[in-house]
């Protein structure tokens, strides 16, 4: 072989020596990004992951107020908060119709009206049982004055056309304990666009159960479906936490609040009069029921007159 075919030769065993060496470490090079990639979206999911448990815990299990959505829950002192606060019972906002069964439970509008704004008069402002809670899980702000929570029962329409407009004025919110199969629209009960309505304005949902049955005696599938199917329904219906539940008529036994209790509600409120405080049981939180022909003035006396007033229980069968 003469030196000029020796050359080339040479030369080409160089050439494929270098594109072998290029291959070698174009692979080096590729496998390197592949592992930054691989880094980074783990880093990514890691850090997305505690939001991730939070709507998790939030969805299911026995919720605590820091779930809420209201805003002055978020806010936290740290220490829990001891503050007693009065919460009313509503049903109808309207005239009672003649032969109505309990005439009491309907306060006609412009009562309603005169009643909200002797409380606002007297240094009171509405809030909702998330933010109470709140506050005696971790101090959270209930604002300046006096925390007043304004409960509405079974899901009358007049609670939308006529509660709400006067809250409204007040820059106050309600808290709806509905019943999923309450009144239908035509019939004088919410629809579910008004429902839609109220949480639009602020206020909290929350449930009587699925039909307002008399809860101590129904079976434990009954009583399941009533207390947690329900507020599954409720949940994803309305995409708000449901985190009270409002014993129907004020009926209630240690079965009923065991299955409340795993249901995951933070708690219940009954018909026993009183105030609710953080040192009672929030299972059976006490409210001030508060009945047609009652002034404004004979409000804040009901209101004054018990707190400190012993609880005991309520012979009213409506609620």
Known sequence: MDAEALRARRDARRRAVRRRRAQVFGLIGACAIAVVAIVAISGGATRKSPSATSSANSAGGRPTAGHSTNRASASSGGRPGKTAVP????HVIAPPPPGAPFPGLYVPPAEFAEQMRALKNAGWHAVTLDQVAANWRNGASLGAGNPIVLTFDNGYQSQFTQALPVLQRLGWVGDENIQ????????????????????????????????????????????????????????????????????????????????????GYVGSTTVVPGWASPSEDPDRLPRLRVLGGTSGQALLAQVASTREAPAAPSSYSGG
Request: proline share 5%; with cysteine.
């Open 87 to 90: 919460i009313l019972m509503y």
């Open 180 to 263: 999923l199969s309450g009144l239908p629209p035509s019939q004088g009960g919410l629809g579910e666009a008004e429902v839609r309505g109220l949480i639009a304005a602020g206020w909290e949902l929350d449930t009587q159960g699925f039909s307002h049955a008399d809860l101590i005696t129904l079976g434990a599938e009954q009583l399941h479906y009533e207390v947690a199917i329900t507020r599954g329904v409720l949940q994803r219906r309305y995409h708000v936490p449901v985190n009270w539940f409002c014993y129907p008529s004020g009926h209630y036994d240690s079965t009923v609040i065991a299955a409340v209790r795993g249901a």
